[in-house]
């Protein structure tokens, strides 16, 4: 009996992790307004690709391998990558990607594993990634747990999906013999969750780096989302600071928590005021800390803060707002000083993700849209923070997708995915590829 309450009461503790963690996904993807105008002759291209009997066998392919997709999954999953240490699991994609016969596989100098599968033409290169590292801290535990038809492991969503999509994407393409015109780089990269900071794609699109002309990133799951809008972001940890002492005899010293708990004041009034109209913005204070006992005036107090926007000026705009909150604080604390030094404080960012769009008139945005079509499923424009948003930033046409299945409770303990018709997400991937990068001399679909 103390058995069967034990394992509902993990039942129950891993329902109310997901549904927390959906409600989050559900508020960063924000549909895109207005109507989506679909070019003809793009839908007509393809239509025509997609009954070409090399996509077809491909097609089939994906359909019948997918226990060994479902097999990759679980040994991703169960090889942990918090953040900014994805070696280990690194090591092991690159290996996977080198049993597929890809021309070349390395891996860079800040931990992305890269393959390239050459084009018959190269004039053109396409980037297909999926990040490498969870939010999870080392130690967390990852051993993937079945219910049923539900998976259940911390990442084994958001974004191990991701990388067994690219997997069986290129297995897709090798079983049916597809040449494309361009090169494509199949890459699992690093930094993309919390304080990576993307650093992971800032390292693959920096001055000098590979020649990139359209990527695709694969992020979580489902079969439905564009995301053509990266949502921008800036992140700091404020830290004020003081000499510290004790509450009654060394009275009079300036008080960092004062100073924060003023700033926030300041920062939460005037960011709730501009926040109320205009495209939408958001802040957040997710962390603080500081101090040593209940009777000791700290020496430091700080917070983290992260603020979002898909307008590249409105998030300029509520970053002055919290600059001025942190030296009214500042000042203010430093009015009441009765003795001692005045407080300082240290401003560091810790995160910085820029926002931007890719047209809907675009020619990516374009096919994939159609390809979704395509499965008899209605695709939805999306915003949020991936991958794409740095080629999106550099002006690069850029989508984010997801890697079909359902997964839930991303972020949380209780994340998990459920393979329903997984391999279709897999297959509108692979149709989008090929459209994008040329089946060569076979079909003039671009």
């Not at 002759?41 to 060994?68: G, M, R, V």
């Not at 049923?148 to 999509?165: E, H, K, M, S």
């Not at 997997?167 to 494509?184: E, Q, S, V, W």
């Not at 046409?397 to 997400?425: C, M, Q, R, W």
Request: a negative charge; charged letters at 25%; one cysteine or more.
């Amino acid at each position: 009996m103390k058995k069967r309450f034990h394992f509902i009461i993990i039942l129950i503790t891993i329902w109310s992790c997901s549904e927390n963690a959906q409600k989050e996904e559900v508020t960063e993807n924000v549909d895109s307004p207005g109507s989506f105008e679909l070019s003809e002759s793009i839908n007509a291209q393809i239509e025509e690709l997609t009954k070409h009997p090399k996509i077809q066998k491909a097609f089939q392919y994906i359909k019948e391998k997918d226990a060994q997709t479902i097999k990759d999954l679980i040994t991703l999953t169960e090889i942990e990558a918090p953040p900014f240490k994805e070696t280990i699991r690194g090591l092991k994609y690159a290996d996977m990607l080198r049993a597929e016969g890809l021309d070349s596989v390395w891996i860079d100098d800040t931990g992305n594993v890269i393959g390239l599968r050459k084009g018959q033409k190269g004039d053109k290169v396409l980037a297909l990634a999926a990040h490498l590292d969870t939010v999870f801290p080392e130690g967390t535990p990852v051993k993937v747990k079945q219910m049923g038809d539900t998976l259940y492991a911390p990442g084994i969503a958001d974004d191990t999906r991701g990388l067994v999509t690219l997997l069986a994407t290129l297995r897709g393409m090798n079983a049916a013999n597809i040449k494309t015109d361009d090169h494509i780089l199949f890459v699992g990269d690093v930094g993309e969750e919390g304080l990576g900071d993307l650093r992971g794609m800032k390292h693959l699109f920096r001055d000098g780096g590979p020649k990139i002309d359209y990527f695709i990133s694969i992020d979580g799951t489902g079969s439905e989302n564009v995301t053509n809008r990266g949502l921008g972001s800036h992140r700091y940890r404020i830290t004020f600071k003081g000499p510290g002492g004790h509450s009654w005899g060394a009275f009079g010293l300036g008080n960092p928590h004062h100073a924060l708990g003023a700033a926030i004041k300041y920062f939460a009034q005037e960011a709730d005021q501009y926040t109320a109209t205009g495209i939408k913005t958001s802040y957040n204070v997710g962390r603080i800390g500081g101090g040593t006992s209940v009777n000791s005036i700290p020496f430091e107090s700080w917070m983290e803060v992260d603020m979002r926007s898909e307008s590249p000026q409105r998030l300029a705009e509520i970053d002055s707002i919290l600059q001025r909150a942190i030296k009214r604080g500042l000042d203010e604390q430093n009015e009441l000083l009765r003795n001692g030094r005045p407080l300082t404080v240290q401003v560091k960012m810790i995160g910085n993700r820029p926002s931007g769009e890719t047209s809907t008139e675009d020619n990516l945005v374009q096919r994939a849209w159609a390809s979704t079509t395509e499965f008899g499923i209605e695709p939805k424009l999306r915003i949020s923070s991936t991958d794409s948003n740095i080629p999106i930033s550099k002006g690069i046409p850029a989508v984010t997708l997801g890697g079909g299945g359902i997964g839930k409770g991303a972020h949380s303990l209780g994340e998990y995915f459920v393979n329903k018709d997984g391999y279709v997400g897999i297959q509108r991937v692979l149709l989008i590829v090929v459209a994008q990068t040329g089946m060569a001399n076979e079909i003039n679909n671009r």
